[in-house]
């Protein structure tokens, strides 16, 4: 209200300026001066009082569903109802990031349409597109507007990560994940087959088949030994603490994406995956991977915020701990470890419990070689540990009870172990390489 006053002041004072001119003055241009806005102030009244009416914007985007990175093919068309022409229409598109405006001259023409691409999307849910649209008069006196919520949503997920490593997932023996993961030897072709979906293990792929029909075939899960595995995803700001106002530190996403490659590489087992956000509870997620069925599957971790949040990860570790089942074997993924979540970790360990940590901070890496005493706290404020001088870690409470410290790094995941499980053995970071 207080922007039409604004307009209509301005437009009154410039009529009664060429007004006077032309009565103090006279002649034929300063008579056309004031005809013409007479005009102006004519053509902004009837625009205000019958503008466009029964404004709707159809926005088609392809795929509506996609992973960061991808692109996005959007088709704007915008309808409505006026009877004298429009001399212009903008429109405004506020997605994530990036904000799109178009401007057409439809005159006569009561709908117009625009085709735009965004490329580099980020990670987000966003269930309907906020849509601003403006006209006005040839002269841009007079201004109207709308905003006009459109139902048709998009949703960028997070790219899993594909790490080599991933699906050595199991506390059991290496017998025990052979036999989860493993085809039958005696399958036949064709039996227990499905197409192929990225993200599938290649050595679960038959080739035979695959070059038969033509395209990828993938084996289905084997019975074997159920792994009921829960995904923690550590969102509070100490699991993060060099993210925090900075752009340059992608510790937060790459933990979000690693979630998402764990969830896709649990879903090898005959076990049931679990979900765990910090800040917004348990997710339920699906135990088997289709086409139809992998979005689904990832976009809670779309909606996750895009900074870390209030609460603490030793409050999410022993929430999710509580809710899940005994023999549920519990995955943190964070960006850092603190003195606070190790310990947390080892009382859960102590009650019979499987624990293993992934980290996406930087690998650690110095030339000063830890005391028994110090190592814990030292790695878990972020100490930097020299591969081939960590056999005193391997002492230390964490390590005894049977939890597992993972790195992730690029799509690689490294493991701190020690050379024959010994205290005294030289101790290294072991990759991953099943």
């Not at 914007?57 to 022409?85: H, N």
């Not at 999307?121 to 109207?144: A, M, Q, T």
């Not at 998402?260 to 997710?283: D, E, Q």
């Not at 996750?304 to 990860?313: F, Y």
Request: hydrophobic share 35%.
């Amino acid at each position: 209200m207080n922007s039409r006053r604004l307009e209509w002041g301005r437009a009154l004072c410039i009529w009664l300026a060429s007004w006077g001119l032309y009565v103090w003055l006279g002649g034929q241009s300063l008579q056309f001066l004031w005809w013409l806005c007479s005009a102006i102030l004519l053509n902004g009244a009837l625009l205000q009082g019958f503008g466009p009416s029964n404004i709707a914007v159809q926005r088609d985007i392809s795929p509506t569903c996609l992973y960061a990175g991808e692109e996005a093919e959007i088709t704007v068309t915008i309808q409505f109802k006026s009877w004298m022409p429009l001399p212009w229409i903008m429109l405004t598109d506020r997605i994530g990031e990036f904000t799109v405006r178009k401007l057409w001259f439809p005159g006569f023409r009561r709908s117009v349409s625009y085709s735009y691409s965004l490329r580099n999307l980020k990670r987000g849910n966003w269930p309907s597109i906020d849509s601003s649209i403006e006209w006005g008069d040839l002269f841009g006196w007079f201004r109207s507007g709308r905003t006009v919520v459109n139902p048709a949503g998009l949703i960028v997920l997070p790219r899993p990560l594909s790490m080599r490593g991933m699906l050595n997932l199991s506390h059991g023996s290496d017998e025990e994940v052979d036999s989860v993961h493993r085809p039958s030897q005696f399958a036949l072709p064709g039996h227990g087959l499905r197409d192929y979906i990225p993200g599938d293990s290649l050595n679960r792929i038959h080739w035979k088949n695959s070059a038969r029909l033509g395209k990828l075939q993938t084996f289905l899960p084997q019975p074997g030994r159920n792994i009921d595995r829960c995904i923690i995803l550590i969102t509070s700001q100490d699991g993060y603490p060099n993210s925090v106002g900075s752009k340059l530190d992608t510790s937060f996403e790459d933990a979000i994406a690693a979630s998402a490659g764990l969830l896709y590489s649990s879903a090898v087992t005959l076990g049931t995956p679990s979900l765990w956000i910090g800040g917004m509870g348990r997710s339920s997620v699906r135990p088997e991977r289709t086409r139809g069925e992998d979005y689904d599957m990832l976009i809670p971790l779309a909606s996750v915020p895009s900074q870390p949040g209030n609460g603490t990860a030793v409050d999410i570790l022993e929430r999710a701990a509580a809710d899940e089942d005994h023999t549920t074997e519990l995955h943190v993924v964070t960006g850092t470890i603190n003195p606070a979540l190790m310990k947390s970790a080892i009382q859960i360990l102590s009650s019979g419990r499987k624990v293993s940590i992934y980290c996406t901070s930087p690998i650690p890496v110095t030339s000063i070689k830890p005391t028994p005493e110090l190592a814990l706290d030292q790695y878990a404020h972020g100490g930097m540990l020299q591969p081939g001088h960590m056999g005193e870690v391997s002492e230390d409470p964490y390590f005894r009870a049977g939890g597992r410290l993972l790195y992730i790094s690029g799509e690689k995941l490294y493991e701190i172990t020690t050379s024959g499980g010994g205290g005294d053995g030289d101790g290294k970071y072991q990759q991953l390489t099943r």
